[in-house]
């Protein structure tokens, strides 16, 4: 049922054009573990699914196929002489029960299709022709996939060069909730909880639907992040491990990345990459990063330094992994309701709060009015990391206008002191000194509760809250 969809709404369009463009369509779902892949497809298109299944994970071709002969039998196909063999004969079995359905518009989900390719099986080809001698001549058939192996999707399917080339006719990157979905859909859960907890359970678990299921509202968001997280028993205790397994092969390549990542907090460039981890320079490199960036571990970005053109980046995005390197890794003793208020807490705020204003950067630009406006997004830095001037976000306009922002976590009205109004202005003049940019400049500070009053906060011209962020 399409009212349960919380949020979705840019999905929801293109779905509900897919299903009424009178075409036949192959589509690609792909997106991140839990994300919501599987629920997002079978509640759209509840009334038009004639037929869906899922692969199996570390199962046999034999096992695969029997399950995709049981789904058959379960949507209501005739019982077979004998189950199929090989993938052609079960793609032949899926056509004529195709045939079968009046349905005007007949949707077919292929969930988890990744585990369904086992080694030497046959499934791609087999899907080639199912699709390119058949399905793609039927007008009325929407032919859905959907794979948390992002690394088989990229490789397999979207990036396809044999007879798959060219062959899908949508793709959908599915994300995580934006702040304002977690609040709605915490809120249809019956949670009562304010703004600030909701970002700081964003900063812990990022919006990921099947994360903010698991939330018991009898209990506070402290305690609920104990149960999951520090408990030895906690339902989310070896997430980790498991989300990259399941997302990419060769998993371990793809840890380094992070793990390397995890220690920089304004990025590293792919060469400081290769030197951290020891991961060879080539394609296979290349492949992994564009991997972690369609799934939205990471960002590329640019960063400028002054009297240098702007470096291309790598920037760990995810917050689940940062909170997992901060607090959960090696089986760290410790529990949440400890940490939080401490010195450990605010550290790792101050850096997830400026990941969170990136991840809500179009929110930001909609607070400022500017929402239409083309910009760049950077960081600057005159000096070395923690020396010299540094600011977290330049939103460099094409209206010859400069946000220089800076962004600061904090549980109550910002405070700007004499001290820290010098270090401000310190910023703004060797930002107009040393970044040659010629645009007007606009401070602005990016915090939870907004800016105190004062003799020294006439450094800042414009204040994006917390609340801005939420806006949908």
Not at 13 to 28: C, Q, T, W
Not at 53 to 71: I, M, N, V
Not at 394 to 417: A, G, Y
Request: aromatic share 12%.
């Amino acid at each position: 049922m399409k009212e349960r969809i919380i949020g979705r709404k840019s999905e929801k369009i293109l779905l509900d054009k897919i299903l009424n463009s009178g075409k036949p369509e192959f589509v690609a779902v792909c997106g991140r573990r839990r994300v919501g892949k599987t629920f997002l497809i079978r509640e759209f298109f509840e009334d038009e699914l004639v037929f869906k299944t899922a692969g199996l994970a570390h199962e046999s071709k034999t096992r695969q196929l029997s399950a995709f002969y049981d789904d058959l039998l379960e949507a209501g196909m005739e019982k077979q002489e004998q189950r199929p063999s090989d993938w052609i004969e079960a793609f032949s079995l899926l056509r004529q029960f195709i045939k079968q359905s009046d349905a005007p518009r007949k949707v077919v989900l292929l969930d988890e299709l990744p585990w369904m390719d086992t080694p030497k099986s046959g499934f791609l080809s087999a899907l080639e022709h199912f699709w390119n001698v058949w399905g793609s001549n039927r007008d009325d058939l929407v032919l859905i996939v959907c794979g948390s192996a992002t690394s088989w999707m990229m490789d397999k399917l979207i990036n396809n060069h044999g007879g798959l080339h060219n062959r899908l006719t949508r793709q959908l990157f599915l994300e995580p909730f934006m702040l304002g979905e977690c609040e709605e859909f915490l809120r249809h859960r019956g949670f009562i909880t304010s703004r600030y907890d909701i970002a700081v359970l964003y900063m812990i678990l990022g919006g990921i639907p099947y994360y903010l299921e698991l939330l018991d509202p009898s209990l506070s968001l402290v305690q609920n992040i104990d149960q999951m997280l520090f408990r030895p028993n906690g339902v989310l205790r070896g997430e980790f491990s498991n989300l990259y397994a399941a997302l990419f092969r060769n998993s371990e390549d793809y840890i380094k990345v992070v793990k390397a990542l995890s220690d920089k907090r304004k990025g590293l460039s792919r060469n400081e990459i290769i030197a951290s981890t020891g991961i060879k320079s080539g394609f296979g490199l290349t492949t992994l990063l564009s991997n972690l960036e369609s799934c939205g571990f990471i960002r590329r970005y640019k960063s400028m330094e002054a009297g240098r053109r702007k470096m291309e980046l790598y920037q760990l995005m995810d917050f689940f992994t940062i909170f997992y390197f901060h607090f959960i890794q090696g089986g760290k003793n410790m529990s949440w309701e400890n940490v939080v208020g401490e010195a450990k807490f605010f550290s790792w705020a101050g850096i997830t709060f400026e990941l969170l204003a990136i991840h809500h950067i179009r929110k930001i630009k909609q607070a400022l009015g500017i929402l239409g406006v083309m910009s760049d997004e950077y960081t600057w830095q005159c000096g070395d990391e923690g020396h010299g001037a540094q600011v977290d976000l330049i939103i460099d306009r094409k209206d010859f206008t400069v946000n220089l922002c800076e962004i600061k976590f904090s549980i109550s009205t910002f405070s700007i002191d004499k001290q820290y109004e010098m270090v401000l202005r310190n910023k703004i003049s060797k930002f107009i000194e040393f970044s040659r940019n010629k645009k007007s400049v606009i401070p602005t500070l990016v915090t939870t509760y907004g800016l105190e009053k004062n003799m020294h906060s006439g450094v800042i011209a414009r204040v994006i809250l917390l609340d801005d962020m939420f806006v949908q």
